[in-house]
T-cell receptor, first 113, second 114 residues
């Protein structure tokens, strides 16, 4: 089955700086890669996703890049704000199959005011 | 809010108790999921229902018993649990069970087994 690794496990940045979280996956058939944000006391919420037919996708301060050859994808948050503090999860799934998401272990991001 | 609600939010139970977790989605989705979230581990998919039919059971112990009476409601019945079952249990739904469909998560039930 798919194995998703995520780094770093914790990340602290100054407000206004950028944050980058990286994930690798093992199954070359995976082609759907969502990113979830989980705030304290809440369930994970989708913030952005990317499919294998594109290499980069951007939504305001958030961007995701995908390198299918290397089997890794990254989340980039620019101009970080204190409300970006949360746990971020990457995931992967095979788009031709069932909707089974394989998650990374999460990155706890702290934005220091 | 995501349109997926879970009750109770917190639950403490002894190993001999029987309890149930409830999930309700108000999104008109056809697929629902149970996940287990433990510290420092990836979310683990437990059960998947599509149009009220269980389509996947990821080798979950029989002390966990799901029930999906209709496409809006999902239950997880618990009995004779072990302390290692303490975790956050998350419910999610998606429009269909087709790969690539966004999954919407509820806030979870924090379970502590004593």
């Amino acid at each position: 089955g798919e194995n998703v690794e995520q780094h770093p496990s914790t990340l602290s940045v100054q407000e206004g700086d950028s944050a980058v979280i990286k994930c690798t996956y093992s199954d070359s058939a995976s082609n759907y890669f969502p990113w979830y944000k989980q705030e304290l006391g809440k369930g994970p919420q989708l913030i952005i996703d990317i499919r294998s037919n594109v290499g980069e996708k951007k939504d305001q301060r958030i961007a995701v890049t995908l390198n299918k050859t290397a089997k890794h994808f990254s989340l980039h948050i620019t101009e970080t704000q204190p409300e970006d503090s949360a746990v971020y999860f990457c995931a992967a799934s095979i788009q031709s199959g069932a909707n089974n998401l394989f998650f990374g272990t999460g990155t706890r991001l702290t934005v220091i005011p | 809010e995501t349109g997926v609600t879970q009750t109770p939010r917190h639950l403490v139970m002894g190993m001999t108790n029987k309890k149930s977790l409830k999930c309700e989605q108000h999104l008109g989705h056809n697929a629902m999921y149970w996940y287990k979230q433990s510290a420092k581990k990836p979310l683990e998919l437990m059960f998947v229902y599509s149009l009220e039919e269980r389509v996947e059971n990821n080798s979950v112990p029989s002390r966990f018993s799901p029930e999906c009476p209709n496409s809006s409601h999902l239950f997880l019945h618990l009995h004779t649990l072990q302390p290692e079952d303490s975790a956050l249990y998350l419910c999610a739904s998606s429009q269909e069970r087709t790969a690539g469909e966004t999954q919407y998560f509820g806030p979870g039930t924090r379970l502590l087994v004593l």
